[in-house]
C-alpha cells in the first residue's frame, strides 16, 4: 500500500527554538497514526506544515504526491485538517458554518445535505443545528469542527488536538468517529499530550523535542520496556530509606494515590520489592504505560 | 483529621436549570480530592461556589474555617487557584509575576521577599526567577503558577487540570511538589477531564448531571464500581470478531481500541469462553484480562445513569 | 519515492470559474452572515455616516455670523463711519465698544473679546478725497485658524465692495487690504458653505466608514483563529478578497444613499448632474476604500493596530489631502503628490464637478480612471500580501 503522507527530515525554527529537528513519517491509507508528546514537542508544528499552512525550513512534505501548500493541484480538496485553537465562526450556527466549509470545496446541494445530515446524526448535532457555535460545549465544538474538516470526504485528515479539554465521554465518542472514517480507507493523523490516548491508534510515534523517538505499534512498544513497574501501597520513611539504598536500580519514583509507583530495573526488581516489603508495604505490579514507555525513552536519549 | 472543606447539601440553580443538586462532601487535611464530571456536570459550578465566587442557592459549604456564603473574602484569603490556562503575565520575569500577586494578596516589602525566596526555593525555581515566565519550558511554567497560588501559604489549594499537555517527567515532579505540599497539612482540590490525572488522588468525586454520584479511593472505584469482568481483544479482523463477542451472554460495553477491542461482560462468562469465540472469528486473535480504569469507572457510572 | 504515491489526486468535476464563483459566493454570503448576527454594526455602520454628516454639516460651517470686531476708527469722520456700517451691515461682524487705540486690540484677543480689529487710519477720509490709496488694516486672531481665515477673506470682500461702493459715490477707486500671507475663499458665491462642504463631507464620511468596515475583518479572522481553518481550504486568496468586499459594497452604497439624501434634503444641497454618474464615482471609491481597509487588515493580523491605522490611513487624506478643505494646489508639492494617490480627492473632485456644476464624462473621466486604478492596486496589494502561511 502506498502511503498517503510522506514526511522527509523535516526542519523548522522558530527564533531560537528547534521546533522541529529532522522529523520523518510516513502515513497508510487506513491508518490511524497518532502523534504523542507533550506541550512544545514540536505536534502543532508537524500538522500545520503537513496542511500546508506553514513551510518547512528544510524537508518535504507530500501528500497524496503533491506538496499541500500547492493550491493548484487541488491536494486541498482532498486534506482534512482540524486545528488545535478554535477556529470555526463563533457568531454563526452549527448549520452555518457547514454550509460555508460546504460550499468552499464546492459541493453540490444534495451532496451536502446529504452528508450533513449523516455528520450531524453521528455526531448527535442534530438538535443543535441552529445554535451559534460559540455556545456549543467543548465536546460538541470539537465534534462539530470534525464535521467541517470531513464535510469533503478527505483522504487524508489531520487532527490537532482534538481530545483536548473534551470528557471522557465525549472524548470516547470522538474516537468512534474517527475508526469509522479510517475503516473506510482514510489515512489519519491525530496528535495529543496524552500518553494514555497512545493506544487508541494504529501506530504511534513518540515526539519530544521535534524529533521523533519511537515508532510503532503501540502493544510493540510498550513491549519494549524492559524494566518493572510496581505499586507501593504507602509512602513513609521506612520506604523512603529502601528507595534511597537502591537508588541505582530505581530508574523513577512517582505519588500514585497514597503511595508509589516504582519504576525498577528488572534484574534487581525481586531484591528491591523484598526489602520493601520489609518496610512493611504492600506491593502489586503494574503493567507499564506509555508514560513509562516516554520516560525511558527520553533516559536511553540522554535527553533531560 | 480536621476537615478542610466541608460540603453540605450544597445546590445550585440558573433560573430553571439545577447545576448542583444536594451535594455533600468533606475533604481532610492533608487530602488530594480529585473532581471529576462531564462538561456541563457542574464541576465548574461547584468550585465557584468553593472559592467565594458563586453564591449558593441553598446548603452550606465551610472552606478552611470560612463559610462560601457568609465570608466570601475569607474564603479566597485562605485559598490558592492554579489553573493549567494560568493567568501569569508572559512578558513579565518569574520574580516580578511573584511580586505584583504577591501585592495583590497585601504582601510587601521584605515580607513579600522572603515569601517569595521560600516559594521560589520550594519549587526548585531560584535560578529562573530572572527568566521571562514565556521563555520557560511547559513545565517549570507549571510551577510558576504553582509558585504564585502558594505565595500567601493558602490552606486549601485548587488544582484546575494542572498538568494537561505537561511533559511526564516534569509531570512526575509536579506531582511530587504538590505531594510534599499536601504532607504538611495543605488540602489540594484537583478537576480535570483526565483520568491519569485523577490517578494520583486519595480520592475521587465522580459528578454526574448536577449530582455527586460515587466518592472514594481510585482503587476502590476500580474494584466496586466496574461491575462484571474487562478483556482486550487483539486483531485485524474486529468486524467478525465483534459479531462473535456480541453472542456471547451479557456483553456490557464494547470499545473500539486502536487496533483492538476492549469489552465489558456482567456478569463475567470467563476468559476462556470470551478467548473461545474471539478465536473462532479470527484464530490470531490474542484475548486479555484487563484492569479497570478511571475511565471505565466513568464511563460505567454514567451507562448507568443512562439507565 | 514520494513521485509513486498512492492514487492521483481525484479529478476535479466543478470547471475552474465555477468553483471561483462558488468559493467567492461562500465568502460573500459568510460575510453577510457576520453582519447580520451583529445588527449593531450594521446600524453603526449607516447610522454613523449621518450622525457625522449632520454634525458637521451644521459645526463645520465656514458662513461668519456675529463674529466680534473692535472697530478702531482713529479718523471718526463720516466716510470712516460709513465703511465701519458696511463692515457690520451683514450680520457676520459685531461691532463691539470704540476700542480707541491699535493696542488695545490684543487686549481684547486675549480676553476673546474680539476676533478681529478693522483700523480706519486718521486722514482717511482727506486722502480718499485726494484720490489716494488708503490702507486698512485688519488685525486678526489666528489663534483659531479657521475661523481667521474666514474673517480675513469676509472682511477682505466686505472692504472691496466698501470700496467699489467708494468709488461708485465718487469717492476715490481703490481701497486694499494688505494682509500678508495667504489668504483663503473658503465661501462660494452665493456665501453658502453647505454647497461647496457637502460633497467634500460626503467623501469625507464615506471614506472613514468604508475603511474602518473591512479594516477589521481579516484581522479578526487573524485573532480569532479563523485563518487556519480557511487555509487549510481550496480558497484562494482572491477569493477571500474579493468574497470580502462585496458585501461591503453594498453596505457602503447604501451609505453612500443615506449621505446624499441627508446632504440634498437637510443641507439643500443641489444635485445638477448625472445620477448615473454620480453612482459610478461613488462605487469606485468604494471598492478603492474598502480595498484600503481590507490591505491594512491583511497587513495588521490584530484588530487593535488595523482600528487605528484604518482611522488614520482613511482620516487624514479624506480631510487634509482631499481638497475638502485645504485646495491641493496651495500645498507644497510632496503633499499635492501624496493627495493624487488617494482617491478622496477624486471623489471630491466629481462629487463637486457632478451635484454643483453638471460636469460631464467627457469631463471627469479623469477622475474615475484614478479611482478605478486605485481600487485595483489595492486589491492586487491585499491578494499578494495575504500569507497564506499561518507562520
Known sequence: MEPVLVANGLRRRFGDVNALDGLSLEVLPGELYGLVGPDGAGKTTTMRIFAGLMDPDEGTVHVLGSNPTDRRSGVREELGYMPQQYSLYGDLSVIENLRFFGALFCLERDVFIERTNRLLAITHLESFRDRRAEALSGGMYKKLALACALLHQPRVLLLDEPTNGVDPISRGELWELLYEFVESGMGVVVSTPYMDEASMCHRVGLIHRGRLLQQGRPADLVGRFVDTVIRVDRHDSGIEAVIAEHGDVILGVSPLGGGLRIVIRSQAADAVAEALRGAGATIEPVRPGFEDMFLSEIRAGGGT | ?307 | MTSSTSRPLTPRKVPRFRRFAVRTGAMARKETWHVVRDPSNLFLALGMPVVLIIVFGYGVSFDLDHVPVAIIDQDGTRTSRQVARDLTASGEFDAIADAGEPEDADRLFRRQEAAAAVILPRGMEKSLARGEQVTLQVLVDGSDGGRASSVIGSSAAIVRSASIRAAASGLPRAMVVPIRGRVRTLFNPELRSAVFLVPGLIAYVLAIAAVLLTALTVAREWERGNMEQLFATPVGRLEIVLGKLSPYLAIGLLQALLVLAVGTVVFDVPVRGHMALLAAGTLLFLAGTLSQGLFISVLARNQQVATQAGAISSLLPAVLLSGFLFPIENMPLALQVIASVFPSRYYVELLRGVMLKDAPLAVLWPQLAAMAAFAAVMIVLSTARFGRRIA
Open chain 2, 1 to 307: 483529621m480536621s476537615d478542610l472543606i466541608t460540603v453540605s447539601r450544597l445546590c445550585r440553580s440558573f433560573g430553571s436549570f439545577q447545576a448542583v443538586k444536594d451535594v455533600s462532601f468533606k475533604v481532610g487535611r492533608g487530602e488530594i480530592f480529585g473532581y471529576l464530571g462531564a462538561n456541563g456536570a457542574g464541576k465548574s459550578t461547584t468550585i465557584r461556589m468553593l472559592c467565594g465566587l458563586l453564591q449558593p442557592t441553598s446548603g452550606s459549604a465551610v472552606v478552611a474555617g470560612a463559610d462560601v456564603a457568609r465570608d466570601p473574602e475569607g474564603v479566597k484569603r485562605r485559598i490558592g487557584y492554579m489553573s493549567q490556562k494560568f493567568s501569569l503575565y508572559p512578558d513579565l520575569t518569574v520574580f516580578e509575576n511573584l511580586d505584583f500577586f504577591g501585592g495583590a494578596y497585601g504582601l510587601s516589602g521584605r515580607a513579600l521577599r522572603s515569601r517569595i525566596d521560600e516559594v521560589l526555593d520550594e519549587l526548585g525555581l531560584r535560578d529562573r526567577s530572572r527568566s521571562l515566565t514565556s521563555s520557560l519550558p511547559g513545565g517549570a511554567r507549571q510551577r510558576v503558577a504553582l509558585a504564585n497560588a502558594l505565595l500567601h501559604n493558602p490552606d486549601v489549594l485548587f488544582l484546575d487540570e494542572p498538568t494537561a499537555g505537561v511533559d511526564p517527567a516534569s509531570r512526575r515532579d509536579f506531582i511530587a511538589l504538590v505531594r510534599r505540599r499536601v504532607a504538611q497539612g495543605t488540602t489540594a482540590f484537583l478537576t480535570t477531564h483526565y483520568m491519569d490525572e485523577a490517578e494520583y488522588c486519595d480520592r475521587v468525586g465522580l459528578m454526574v448531571a448536577g449530582c455527586l454520584k460515587v466518592l472514594d479511593t481510585p482503587s476502590a472505584l476500580k474494584a466496586n464500581h466496574v461491575p462484571g469482568a474487562l478483556f482486550e481483544v487483539r486483531t485485524a479482523r474486529r468486524g467478525d470478531v465483534t459479531a462473535a463477542l456480541n453472542a456471547i451472554q451479557g456483553l456490557a460495553t464494547i470499545q473500539r481500541i486502536g487496533a483492538g477491542l476492549r469489552v465489558r461482560y456482567d456478569p463475567s462468562p470467563g476468559r476462556d469462553r470470551v478467548a473461545e469465540s474471539a478465536l473462532a472469528a479470527d484464530p490470531d486473535a490474542v484475548v486479555e484480562a484487563a484492569e479497570a480504569s478511571l475511565d471505565d469507572v466513568f464511563r460505567a457510572v454514567v451507562d448507568q445513569e443512562a439507565q
